[in-house]
């Protein structure tokens, strides 16, 4: 039977172009004719094929069975790999099953000898598939090897880890990994572990999508000796077609952050140089003017956010309810939301009403309202019923700021003068005592600057359709200018607010950012005008990057 698009996906199988197959099957096996080689999950055998290859080059004729082992789940696959194979004149032994239930070498019971190098691409299936008995076997084999996985970790995390356990000491690691290794919060362990273990690192990243049917950019990871390292060698390529020019091994020459992404490794060298520079002194993470906080959670926005229409119709009074910026974020277009919009949504039916009345309240026209929302169904709402009394959600305090946490673009600071408080559809900042008595006016425009925005892309992180996402923990370290710069620039720029706020809400975001950039960056910070542009470029290609995770073009 064919192995469907849908069957493969389900179960992480993503199978590897030649190219990506022989570059690394030869960098693991080097010059070494009898090199013992493993595939812990070898679908249909492109990396033994391509090992068998490098062996027969370095005169090893038909390598015995034994040096060649690749492991599946999928016996239709490892059918494939066995005609594969044959066609190639070669022979490898062939394990039907799951590499988290083979013990290690040096374990008791275990089926192999440790290897020389272990190869392939650890199927990729998301936390949510990757469930129940086989997440926690995975788990406790990378627990095993010192590694502690979070239950949001996608399966190639663990058989990597637990891969390496077949592996001598001094030898040779060469997978193809998810981009993700470099950015999300769950490989945080992975990344920790790879220093740990590895004395010489080098990451090629790949540019272009390289599977049909994955969303996800690779990283080829190739990894060898023992004894830990603190800088990689990082190489960038189009794609798989220019491996064959590259050579294979690189002098260090990125050290990455003692812990944390390591999504700056994306950046050209001198746009690093340049954020590293700038950042020292004049920059400072966001959480040293405020701590990023989540909106009022309500458990069912469609019923406790009112429109003006809702409330006149239950005969709701302005005392039982709470003034908010409505859901979402769109109406958040200037530099500041003010009195004046909150009236212009009211007055357009927008919800900026939230539901807050005392609990002792008992007026008929809360009851009807109660009812109203009991035949919906609300008080069955998660959040509803595990809050007493269900119908009064906690407000959250105003805050100086609105933070638009998820977007396309970049997040925005948006200051709130209107008084108001928030859902969770943005984060609200509160200003700590001791702030700048500017910082509220100035943050929201000077956070449209290049290493702002390029510090979000840094920190934050990239979901579906390449929506760009920031938690509270996230968001406190977006860098924003210290105090002594922000004044200096925003003394500069107060003048100008007003016709900032216009050109921002009439859709000139680049043209806002440009002058913003002028005065922050060149005339406070001393950047020439070709290094701006440098960090400018940074941070659309990283945007660029993050909205082209679509579906692979045919």
């Known amino acids: ?202 990451l090629i990243l790949v540019e272009r999508r390289q599977f049909r049917d994955a969303q996800e950019k690779v990283v080829l990871l190739m990894a060898e000796g023992d004894g830990g390292c603190d800088a990689f060698a990082l190489r960038p390529v189009g794609d798989a077609r220019e491996l064959e020019d590259l050579p294979a091994a690189g002098a260090p020459d990125v050290a990455p952050a003692a812990a944390g992404k390591w999504t700056g490794m994306l950046l050209p060298p001198r746009a690093r140089e340049l954020l590293g520079r700038v950042m020292g002194g004049r920059f400072v993470p966001l959480g040293e003017y405020g701590r990023p906080e989540l909106g009022t959670v309500t458990g069912a926005n469609r019923f406790f956010a009112l429109s003006e229409e809702t409330r006149r119709r239950f005969g709701l009074a302005e005392s039982q309810l709470a003034r908010i910026s409505p859901p979402g974020t769109r109406h958040l277009r200037g530099l500041a939301f003010d009195g004046g919009d909150w009236s212009g949504l009211r007055d357009a039916g927008a919800p900026v009403w939230l539901l807050h009345p005392d609990p002792a309240d008992r007026s008929a026209a809360l009851r009807r309202y109660l009812a109203h929302g009991e035949a919906l169904g609300v008080p069955a709402a998660y959040k509803c019923r595990v809050r007493t009394p269900w119908w009064r959600p906690p407000l959250v305090p105003v805050p100086d700021l609105f933070f638009t946490y998820m977007s396309h673009r970049h997040p925005r600071l948006v200051e709130n003068r209107a008084g108001v408080s928030l859902v969770n559809s943005m984060h609200g900042v509160r200003l700590r005592p001791g702030a700048p008595p500017s910082a509220r006016a100035a943050l929201p425009a000077l956070a449209l600057g290049a290493v702002t925005t390029l510090g979000a892309e840094l920190h934050g992180r990239a979901y579906g359709g390449g929506v760009l996402k920031m938690e509270p923990r996230e968001a406190a370290t977006l860098p924003v200018p210290a105090p002594p710069a922000l004044e200096d620039a925003w003394a500069l720029l107060r003048r100008e607010r007003g016709r900032l706020d216009r050109a921002l809400r009439a859709g000139e975001w680049a043209a806002v950012a440009e002058r913003v950039d002028a005065v922050l960056l060149e005339r406070v910070c001393g950047l020439r005008d070709e290094e701006v542009a440098a960090l400018r470029e940074a941070a659309a290609g990283l945007r660029a990057r993050r909205l082209g995770r679509g579906p692979s073009p045919a």
């Not at 690749?70 to 005609?83: M, W």
């Not at 001094?170 to 590895?198: D, H, K, N, S």
Request: glycine share 10%; proline share 8%; aromatic share 6%.
């Open 1 to 202: 039977m064919a192995d469907a698009p849908e069957l493969r996906k389900a179960r992480g199988a993503y199978f590897t172009p030649p190219a990506i197959a022989d570059f690394l099957s030869r960098w693991a096996i080097g010059g070494n004719p009898q090199a013992r080689v493993l595939d812990p999950s070898c679908g249909e055998a492109a990396f033994l094929v391509a090992a068998g290859a490098r062996l027969r080059e370095l005169g090893a004729g038909a390598p015995d069975p034994g040096r060649l082992v690749g492991v599946d789940v999928h016996e239709a696959s490892l059918d494939a790999a066995r005609r594969e194979l044959a066609a190639h004149g070669l022979r490898a032994r062939l394990v039907a099953g799951d590499i988290f239930d083979l013990a290690p070498p040096g374990r008791p019971g275990a089926p192999l000898p440790a290897m020389d190098a272990v190869v392939g691409n650890p199927p990729f299936i998301r936390y949510q598939r990757h469930a129940g008995a086989a997440r926690a076997r995975a788990r406790a084999a990378a627990l095993a090897q010192g590694v502690t996985l979070s239950g949001l970790a996608s399966s190639w995390a663990a058989v990597l880890v637990h891969a390496c356990a077949f592996l001598r000491p001094e030898g040779r690691l060469a997978m193809v990994l998810p981009a993700e290794l470099l950015t999300v919060g769950y490989a945080e362990p992975v990344r920790q572990w790879l220093r740990r273990r590895f004395g010489r690192v080098s």
